[in-house]
């Protein structure tokens, strides 16, 4: 009976298997055989736009070890710095090369000089240095339109002396657009070129298309929000978690969308759409928020902008997709390394960075569980503790709304438990908060307690008092211990471990689904 079982469930799933095979050969067709030959090469990343407006800018050989350092993988210049191209020299660190827009002229009018630009910024540096792609000015159709019409001919210049040089297929070249260019972005499904630029866009993404190079957009949701307040909330710009009636659903598709770059992205595919071109993959060039703005920019904040460069990367690096591309994820470089403090008015415009000039972080970062990228964020191992010489009386009001309204687990400083000593208000009011803030995810602004608490990198655990954040082996050998015997219970198949994976896209997906298919009528059918 047992093997009679057997046999139809590996007929059923065998069929499943030839379904999902035929549909993949199917599927792999326009933009999502050149999805999957994109992503074949390199998975989504995150980079940083490295601006040079810093007072005492580090040197080319400091410039890279501090990239090193921070696990930079991918970065952009707005020019080809030969010294900073040097420096990075027999690194991993991948770079996309700009031309600034006051050489573009020159370029566009004559092939020696492109050929020669070509020469001296990518030839003599390529291979030792990684250079991806070139950017050939910056949001010229909408920041200098009278340089629009020698835009093309520059890029397609340049392309002739890459290829004369065979390097046409390691290096893509493109210019990156303000935002802009599209009109009426929401519902993305209506989004369209601003049909004034149609002369110079349609030839242009036709380049695009003929080369295999993406189309560069600079996407702000910070302006998005700004320019819209009252319409766009606050937390679709971050990122932040949304409950569905606060989603923005296009009427024409019913897609759902939960942040506002994801609605950008969609908007420039809907509009090369326009243009029956489908086939070019959109890459994000520049995109962040401002720590600091003038009273007129009142959402320039430390904590914004924490939020949504934190978000921002965990949600590339979660490889999630748009909801009209779920299985193509944009890479995206964020603006920018440093804040560039030789900027003038705005407020904002010298306040975008990741780090100060000295190289000290602005904030800190909280992207844990999204690898190694960008070594100074430690939420790894970060805990939320007390402030010296805060009154008692502050310290236990506090603490009675971290383990009342706040649900800390305040369970461990209970008497006679790990951490009830030492028995004073400002110990057990670090657990609590520490408590708190691993709960909250360590998410920005969860550890303040009205100014009273404080992130430290130092491991505030005790004897056997071992503090919710802490990486101590006992308290990890606790948690494998617990998922191993969860496992355990599921038949014995990891039925569970494999249900606890992370949601994944389009073909990947759906052989999860077939193998948690299969699992699951092996234990209906075995038990």
Request: aromatic residues 10%; contains cysteine; charged residues 15%.
């Amino acid at each position: 009976m047992a093997d009679s079982k057997l046999l139809l469930i590996s007929s059923i799933f065998l069929c499943l298997l030839f379904s999902f095979t035929k549909g993949v050969a199917a599927a792999e067709t326009g933009l999502v055989r050149v999805i999957k030959k994109q992503q074949d090469e390199e998975q989504p990343f995150v980079g940083i736009n490295i601006g040079t407006d810093v007072s005492n800018f580090l040197s080319p050989a400091n410039l890279v070890s501090f990239l090193q350092l921070q696990k930079i993988t991918h970065i952009r210049l707005y020019d080809a710095n030969a010294d900073i191209l040097k420096a990075l020299s027999h690194t991993k660190i991948r770079v996309i090369v700009g031309v600034p827009n006051n050489q573009l002229i020159a370029i566009g009018s004559s092939n020696s000089t492109a050929a020669t630009w070509i020469d001296r910024n990518v030839v003599s540096f390529y291979p030792e240095t990684l250079i991806t792609a070139i950017s050939v000015g910056d949001e010229v159709l909408t920041t200098i339109p009278s340089s629009a019409p020698i835009l093309l001919p520059a890029i397609e210049s340049l392309y002739s002396a890459l290829v004369a040089s065979n390097l046409h297929t390691q290096i893509k070249i493109s210019t990156p657009h303000a935002a802009s260019i599209i009109l009426d972005p929401f519902p993305p499904s209506q989004a369209f070129f601003n049909q004034t630029l149609t002369p110079f866009l349609l030839p242009l993404i036709q380049f695009l298309s003929r080369t295999n190079s993406p189309l560069m957009m600079n996407f702000y949701p910070y302006y998005v929000f700004m320019q819209n307040k009252g319409v766009v909330p606050l937390d679709n710009s971050l990122f932040k978690p949304l409950t569905p009636s606060k989603e923005m659903v296009d009427p024409n598709t019913l897609l759902h969308y939960t942040n506002v770059l994801d609605a950008m992205i969609d908007a420039a595919y809907f509009s090369m759409k326009n243009f029956n071109i489908t086939d070019v993959v959109v890459l994000v060039t520049e995109s962040g928020w401002p720590s600091i703005g003038d009273s007129k920019e009142p959402y320039a904040t430390i904590d914004n902008a924490d939020t949504y460069n934190s978000n921002l990367i965990k949600h590339v690096l979660d490889r999630s997709g748009t909801p009209l591309h779920p299985e193509l994820t944009s890479s995206v470089y964020i603006y920018e390394l440093f804040n560039e403090d030789l900027r003038t008015s705005p407020v904002s415009e010298a306040n975008w960075g990741l780090f100060y000039g000295n190289s000290t972080p602005v904030y800190l970062l909280h992207v844990s569980g999204s690898g190694s990228f960008l070594a100074n964020d430690t939420t790894n191992q970060t805990y939320c503790v007390v402030m010296d010489g805060v009154d008692s009386k502050t310290l236990q009001a506090a603490l009675d709304w971290a383990c009342g309204p706040g649900r800390a687990n305040c369970s461990e400083i209970q008497p006679g438990e790990n951490c009830y000593q030492p028995n004073n208000v400002k110990n057990h009011a670090s657990y609590a908060f520490d408590s708190y803030y691993q709960k909250e995810g360590r998410a920005a602004g969860s550890c303040d307690f009205k100014g009273i608490a404080t992130i430290t990198t130092s491991d505030p655990s005790h004897g056997s008092c071992i503090f919710p954040g802490s990486k101590k082996v006992g308290n990890k050998t606790t948690t494998e211990s617990t998922a191993t015997n969860n496992d355990a219970t599921s038949g014995g198949l990891g039925l569970k471990s494999l249900l606890r994976k992370r949601r994944r896209g389009g073909v990947e997906g759906y052989f999860h689904f077939l193998v948690i298919s299969f699992l699951l009528m092996m234990n209906m059918m075995l038990v």
